[in-house]
């Protein structure tokens, strides 16, 4: 059985940050149009904080260094509570489905200042034996 | 640029161009900031599949990145 986990945590101010300097490049290049949206149009820091750290953790848990992944190939959907769902995408997909996972928990938490989650990641088979991929 | 983006916690100069940036300081999230201002600097895009850990490591490692788009620019 496969059984990974990833985990980040994220400044707001640092998501801040990257909204005053680069705006649209930033939402572009990071988050899905629908994160987007439910980042109250990309307006919300601590949403895109988090909808971050959820993508980095699940990045942590799939990744290997062979091939990069962009980051709005993982799209963080609708937060229950602590808990969000996960869909993968083109890479992201293809990552998964090489090391042998299925499915996915996702938990978030966030403060004022900070945002983090923890992923993990399961699966039948373990196609890539710890000790085989990167850290990211 | 990465005194600027990266957000170490030491002194830039103070680091070989082999040095580990990510051990020096440098988040996942500095690492977007990063990709985004040498994409507006030098005018290319990183494609998803250089979107990894080892392309934003180190100095030289991000020079390499960067000859890399300019040779499938020219």
Known sequence: MTLRIGIDLVDVRDVEDSLARFGSDYLERVYTAREV???RGGTSASSLAAFFAAKEATLKAIATEREGIGWNKIEIGTVHG???SLSLSDGAADAARS???TSFEVSVARSRTHASAIVIATGAIDRNPA????PR | MIKAEARLGVDVDSLGDDADLYQAGMTSHASVNLMLALENEF??????RMLKRSVFESVAAIAAALDELDVQAA
């Open chain 1, 131 to 134: 000790g085989q991929g990167g």
């Open chain 1, 82 to 84: 602590r808990r969000a």
């Open chain 2, 43 to 48: 005018d290319v895009e990183f494609p998803d």
């Open chain 1, 37 to 39: 949206a439910s980042a």
């Open chain 1, 99 to 101: 090391a042998g996972i």
